[in-house]
């Protein structure tokens, strides 16, 4: 009952196609670089009788092209949106041009001109933009949205429906089919579709499902639970001809600690001096708009359950959560003041947690430290909730960059925990330079009631194809 795929499909020349674009707008951009520098410094004040050099730097200049793009996702033509491909290349383009302006000034012995470099840049973001517009252009007439089916447990779950729907480019699900439905009744709809969507049903009956997609060469997706992230994480152990998976259940291991407590120290400490100037002014600007205290303190928890003060500029009213409400500000919200207008749009209000980050209470990747009374909150929601503190908290992190700020606590400890069970040094770098992106992209703030819009809906869609499951948590997470 296999079903039958296009040529497209069978061979899956996604990869191949995506390489061989990447490479030809690496060469693009070597090209529009060695020209520039050609042009723009003289040939014999770099190498003397070496007439190779030029054609080396460029060289190198494209491959920390190459590396920087693949690290910020700036080649998924087609998987990201238009917008956060361009600003992940045009980021990653500034950061490239810095660097090689550094080292121009190495090789020449002095302080030479930016401007040929300047122009690189310029040139080179109208090359990404026309290379990123025909690239998407050629992967959406290849592959075209597939009809999908969703199979879901719960009612809320169907929130995933409406959020895959924010990306009609590349996901069509045209049919929900509640768990409830049996096993055979499943199998019979599902090989009428291009895909299925598995999402927060019961274990048993998922494998099943799984593995009846798998024998017939149906595409599947499916939402993990803690419990697959916890194993994708775990050491395999080859000494028998048993499989072994080892989860060691420690967070980092004490090297990983000591060398990412190094990087945190030597990242903040720069960062800090560099922006110490913006932090002077913010801190006078708003001691003079009200004469309250510059800084804010809150309570949030980190690495194994630590309370800890955290450090932001103050950017509401004195006493804006006076007898003890707690309640999240909004964009047009009255206790936001001028400057915290600002500084919250800028994302300068987090700067003070750089001396968090010094002493020693955070990291600069990691979970987000939540509020004492939200880790009581979402613990009763969701019992796993904090395995989140089995590091420490951060001032950006999985959840940041790959979620919203409406994202709900499971969602979010399912990023959490991939960051953690995943945890590299490379990780920590690529997630600080695509912050730079969210940091950029209006998405990343939406509205902190959406989350309860989208249950809402959820709810009345699961309702309309029949389903009466119960709204309880999965018992099998």
């Not at 079903?3 to 020349?13: N, Q, R, S, V, W």
């Not at 930016?114 to 122009?119: G, H, Q």
């Not at 719960?154 to 995933?160: N, P």
């Not at 932001?312 to 006076?322: G, L, T």
């Amino acid at each position: 009952m296999k079903k039958k795929e296009t040529l497209i499909d069978a061979i899956d020349i996604k990869s191949l196609i995506r390489s061989v674009e990447g490479t030809l707008e690496v060469i693009l951009l070597c090209a529009v670089y060695y020209i520039a520098c050609h042009i723009g410094y003289p040939y014999d004040h770099f190498f003397p009788g070496f007439a190779l050099g030029n054609y080396i730097l460029a060289g190198v200049y494209g491959l920390l092209v190459a590396i920087l793009f693949a690290s910020f996702d700036g080649f998924k033509f087609g998987y990201l949106r238009i917008t956060e491909v361009l600003l992940s290349q045009w980021i990653a383009l500034c950061i490239v041009n810095f660097v090689t302006y550094w080292q121009l000034c190495l090789v020449a012995g002095n302080v030479i001109s930016p401007l040929p470099l300047v122009l690189t840049t310029l040139v080179g973001a109208a090359v990404s933009f026309l290379c990123t517009i025909s690239y998407t252009f050629v992967y959406h007439r290849l592959y075209v949205p597939k009809n999908m089916v969703m199979i879901f447990g719960r009612d809320k779950a169907v929130t995933l429906k409406f959020k895959m729907e924010t990306r009609p480019d590349k996901y069509r699900i045209v049919k929900l089919i509640p768990a409830e439905e049996g096993f055979d009744k499943i199998c019979e709809q599902i090989v009428n579709y291009d895909a299925v969507v598995i999402n927060d049903i019961q274990a048993g009956l998922r494998n099943d499902i799984l593995k009846f997609c798998y024998k017939n060469e149906i595409r599947t997706y499916l939402t993990p639970k803690i419990s697959d992230i916890i194993v994708h994480g775990a050491t395999n152990i080859n000494l028998f001809d048993t499989p072994l998976a080892l989860v060691k259940g420690i967070g980092l291991s004490s090297t990983q600690r000591i060398v990412k407590r190094f990087m945190d120290l030597l990242i903040s400490l720069f960062v800090f001096i560099i922006a110490s100037p913006i932090m002077l002014l913010v801190a006078l600007a708003i001691k003079l708009e009200d004469g309250g205290p510059v800084f804010y303190k809150q309570a949030r928890v980190s690495l194994d359950g630590k309370v800890f003060n955290i450090l932001k500029f103050r950017s509401m009213i004195v006493d804006a959560e006076k007898d003890g409400l707690s309640i999240p500000a909004t964009g047009k919200d009255p206790r936001i003041t001028k400057i915290g207008q600002i500084t919250r749009a800028t994302r300068i209000d987090e700067l003070p947690q750089l001396l968090n980050i010094i002493k020693g209470d955070m990291s600069i990747v990691g979970p987000r430290p939540e509020r004492v009374e939200h880790m009581q909150k979402y613990g009763e929601m969701v019992p796993e909730f904090d395995f989140r503190t089995k590091v420490k908290g951060g001032l950006t992190g999985y959840a940041q960059v790959y979620g919203k700020y409406n994202t709900s606590p499971y969602d979010k400890l399912r990023l959490d925990m991939m960051y953690i069970e995943n945890y590299s040094l490379l990780l920590d770098i690529k997630l600080i330079l695509m912050t730079i992106r969210i940091m950029l992209t209006k998405e990343s703030v939406e509205g902190f009631e959406t989350i309860e819009q989208l249950e809402n809906m959820a709810i009345d869609a699961a309702e309309h194809c029949g389903n009466t499951a119960k709204d309880t948590p999965s018992v099998t997470k």
